[in-house]
Antibody, heavy 117, light 108 residues
Framework: EVQLVQSGPEVKKPGESLRISCRGS????????ITWVRQMPGKGLEWMGW????????NYSPSFHGHVTFSVDKSITTAYLQWSSLKASDTAVYYC??????????WGQGTLVTVSS | QSALTQPPSASGSPGHSVTISCTGT?????????VSWFQQHPGKAPKLIIY???KRPSGVPDRFSGSKSGNTASLTVSGLQAEDEADYYC????????FGTGTKVTVL
């Protein structure tokens, strides 16, 4: 069974760094890109970008480029989303999803990130 | 890329149908047959219900159907059931990807 399991909720202060994770199982991790999606409180879905776990090729949405970093550790079939300096506006639920050619078929359960002083 | 445009809300009575539109441009919806639709219940992760305009993943009822004409894609939910009450988002490949603004479907 394909599963994407994300790390737990985080509470951080502005300016702090953070890395959240998304562990894939039940399939060959390097065969499918991982995408990241943001959902701010009460708002819609926003595509952040994706990463190819086989070679760490990344494609960031212009809206997020330079503010977040995607990475993977193939040895533990885990993808990461990282911030070096959080802002209050980063407060949101972040989802990872598996990309199959042109669509996203399996999603993680989401990670709530709260940034507040 | 700008978000694809969806109506904020739609509603229908049980057993009836509701259709949601998703309008983009020739650079996304109109340029590729790669439109997906997702259903999201409150507090839950999105669930894929349509991909490549009109294909259903295994396990998705055939009450859900998709189509596209020009720069506008549509999702129709036939035979509305209480559990269909949710937020629905379209999505299109566009070099990268872009989501729609979302539509809240209410079952009256």
């Amino acid at each position: 069974e394909v599963q994407l399991v994300q790390s737990g909720p985080e509470v951080k202060k502005p300016g702090e760094s953070l890395r959240i994770s998304c562990r894939g199982s039940g399939y060959t991790f390097t065969n499918n890109w991982i995408t990241w999606v943001r959902q701010m409180p009460g708002k819609g879905l926003e595509w952040m970008g994706w990463i190819d776990p086989s070679d760490s090729y990344t494609n960031y949405s212009p809206s997020f480029h330079g503010h977040v970093t995607f990475s993977v550790d193939k040895s533990i079939t885990t993808a990461y989303l990282q911030w070096s300096s959080l802002k209050a506006s980063d407060t949101a639920v972040y989802y990872c999803a598996r990309r199959v050619e042109t669509y996203f078929d399996y999603w993680g359960q989401g990670t709530l990130v709260t940034v507040s002083s | 890329q700008s978000a694809l445009t969806q109506p904020p809300s739609a509603s229908g009575s049980p057993g009836h149908s509701v259709t949601i539109s998703c309008t983009g441009t020739s650079s996304d919806v109109g340029g590729y047959d790669y439109v997906s639709w997702f259903q999201q219940h409150p507090g839950k992760a999105p669930k894929l219900i349509i991909y490549d305009v009109n294909k259903r993943p295994s396990g998705v009822p055939d009450r859900f159907s998709g189509s596209k004409s020009g720069n506008t894609a549509s999702l129709t939910v036939s035979g509305l059931q209480a559990e269909d009450e949710a937020d629905y988002y379209c999505s299109s490949y566009a070099g990268g990807n872009v989501f729609g603004t979302g539509t809240k479907v209410t079952v009256l």
